[in-house]
């Protein structure tokens, strides 16, 4: 697929999410390789069959975001507090922009915001993503610095890249959040992976450049054994 186009796919069983957004976001004056960026909604106990179609407008299931470098799925509404937009009111401003008195939209996004009542603060936030990355061991404060330049480096890095994109960047995921929650009640379709308008063409230089990274990642790993 194509760089920087958010797609939204519906899975099937047995994964355990039921649709997902996702983008490979890459800044246009980088030569470092996109950074794949999901969104993923859990999927509820009776979508898990072979005939399972689009949820229903009632339906209200938690939403998990892939953060490069950062091993576990973290909530969504902890990443937006994360960006410091940290009550529930601007977070469903930020996806709702286009149908604030959805009430289905608000629905389905329920299930997000009470699971992410135990972090209300952008330093929590922030503490709660570095200790699922390779900070986990530093004290708190190195962690927020850890986790901040994170999200400024390495998290949609073709909205910005600044310390202060991250007004720009929490924008953008309500844009992939308004997407996702979409599709899942029906409102809008799926992308088509086969498009040939979302496709791109690697060059032979990329293609090297991203091989040899991934060659000498495996030879300094070796060597620190």
């Known amino acids: 697929m194509g760089n920087n186009q958010v797609n939204v796919f519906n899975k099937k069983p047995p994964s355990k999410y039921s649709?997902?957004?996702?983008?490979?976001?890459?800044?246009?004056?980088?030569?470092?390789?996109?950074?794949?960026?999901?969104?993923?909604?859990?999927?509820?106990?009776?979508?898990?069959?072979?005939?399972?179609?689009?949820p229903g407008p009632r339906e209200s299931k938690s939403i998990y975001c892939t953060i490069p470098m950062i091993r576990e799925s973290i909530p969504l509404v902890i990443l937006f507090r994360a960006l410091n937009c940290t009550t529930d009111k601007n977070i469903l401003q930020r996806?709702?922009?286009?149908?604030?008195?959805?009430?289905?939209?608000?629905?389905?996004?329920?299930?997000?915001?009470?699971?992410?009542?135990?972090?209300?603060?952008?330093?929590?936030?922030?503490?709660?993503?570095?200790?699922?990355?390779?900070?986990?061991?530093?004290?708190?404060?190195?962690r927020i610095?850890?986790?901040?330049?994170?999200?400024?480096?390495?998290?949609?890095?073709?909205?910005?890249?600044?310390?202060n994109g991250t007004l720009q960047k929490s924008f953008f995921l309500g844009y992939m959040a308004n997407k996702l929650v979409k599709a899942s009640i029906g409102v809008i379709s799926e992308d088509d992976r086969d498009y040939y308008g979302k496709k791109r063409l690697d060059?032979?230089?990329?293609?090297?450049?991203?091989?040899?990274?991934?060659?000498?990642?495996?030879?300094?790993?070796?060597m620190q054994k």
Request: net charge neutral.
């Open 19 to 54: 649709w997902v957004a996702e983008i490979r976001s890459q800044a246009d004056v980088s030569n470092r390789p996109p950074q794949l960026f999901t969104m993923q909604m859990k999927a509820s106990q009776r979508h898990k069959h072979a005939n399972s179609s689009a």
């Open 95 to 142: 996806i709702c922009f286009d149908c604030p008195n959805d009430s289905d939209m608000r629905e389905a996004l329920r299930a997000s915001l009470e699971e992410a009542k135990i972090i209300q603060t952008q330093e929590d936030a922030l503490d709660y993503i570095a200790k699922r990355g390779h900070a986990q061991n530093f004290v708190k404060d190195k």
């Open 203 to 222: 060059m032979a230089g990329s293609l090297l450049s991203t091989h040899f990274r991934s060659l000498f990642k495996s030879f300094t790993e070796v």
């Open 145 to 163: 610095i850890y986790a901040k330049l994170l999200l400024e480096t390495e998290f949609l890095p073709h909205v910005s890249i600044k310390a």
